[in-house]
């Protein structure tokens, strides 16, 4: 039987704390906190549509802004996916999903291609969802896949609520994630004509 696919990280800063375990073939949980409501609600969805049990313990200086938690989140999010992965065998490579919510559809595709790139192509006319800054959204995408590796595309096809928007994002993102992450008994090694990802 192959090793658990796990990992657990912790990165402290100036700015900020952050402890991550994920658990790659697992049931869809997310335990922890951010500080920031709105994101804690995205990262479950992360957790529940990628089938990952994701825990995050965050602290940041979220008394100047939600800036570094979130992309922090993003970064040690990366790394631990990265790690969980360990040599890549067996694994599908890549995933999409084309995920509605209401009014809102979006696309995410993505790569585990060992080069970390973010495409973006979303409107997001609502500044602040509560406590989050919309903008961290494109932060926090680019910085699991600058730290995962990964190429990460994402695509809005419709929708005016900036909130259905993100959800979908988020939803879609654990999707890929889910299929380019399952493993596949025919793949023998690594799926690149390279050899390595």
């Known amino acids: 039987?192959?090793?658990?696919?796990?990992?657990?990280?912790?990165?402290?800063?100036?700015?900020?704390?952050?402890?991550?375990?994920?658990?790659?073939?697992?049931?869809?949980?997310?335990?922890?906190?951010?500080?920031?409501?709105?994101?804690?609600?995205?990262?479950?969805?992360?957790?529940?549509?990628?089938?990952?049990?994701?825990?995050?313990?965050?602290?940041?200086?979220?008394?100047?802004?939600?800036?570094?938690?979130?992309?922090?989140?993003?970064?040690?999010?990366?790394?631990?996916?990265?790690?969980?992965?360990?040599?890549?065998?067996?694994?599908?490579?890549?995933?999409?999903?084309?995920?509605?919510?209401?009014?809102?559809l979006v696309l995410c595709a993505l790569d585990i291609s060992g080069r970390g790139y973010l495409s973006w192509e979303l409107q997001l006319t609502t500044p602040r969802l509560g406590d989050f800054t919309t903008e961290m959204v494109p932060e926090f995408f680019r910085a699991v896949a600058l730290h995962a590796g990964w190429t990460i595309h994402l695509r809005q096809m419709a929708g005016s609520n900036t909130h259905h928007i993100i959800e979908a994002t988020f939803k879609a993102f654990g999707r890929a994630l889910a299929q380019a992450c399952s493993i596949d008994p025919r793949v023998k090694g690594v799926p690149s004509t390279k050899g390595v990802l």
């Open 1 to 104: 039987m192959s090793a658990p696919r796990k990992a657990t990280l912790h990165r402290k800063t100036a700015e900020t704390d952050i402890h991550i375990e994920v658990a790659l073939d697992a049931e869809g949980r997310f335990e922890g906190t951010t500080g920031v409501g709105f994101f804690d609600h995205m990262l479950a969805h992360i957790a529940r549509h990628s089938l990952m049990n994701l825990t995050v313990q965050a602290h940041g200086d979220l008394h100047i802004d939600d800036h570094h938690t979130v992309e922090d989140t993003g970064i040690v999010l990366g790394q631990a996916l990265a790690q969980a992965l360990g040599d890549r065998s067996g694994i599908v490579r890549m995933g999409h999903a084309v995920v509605p919510m209401d009014e809102a």
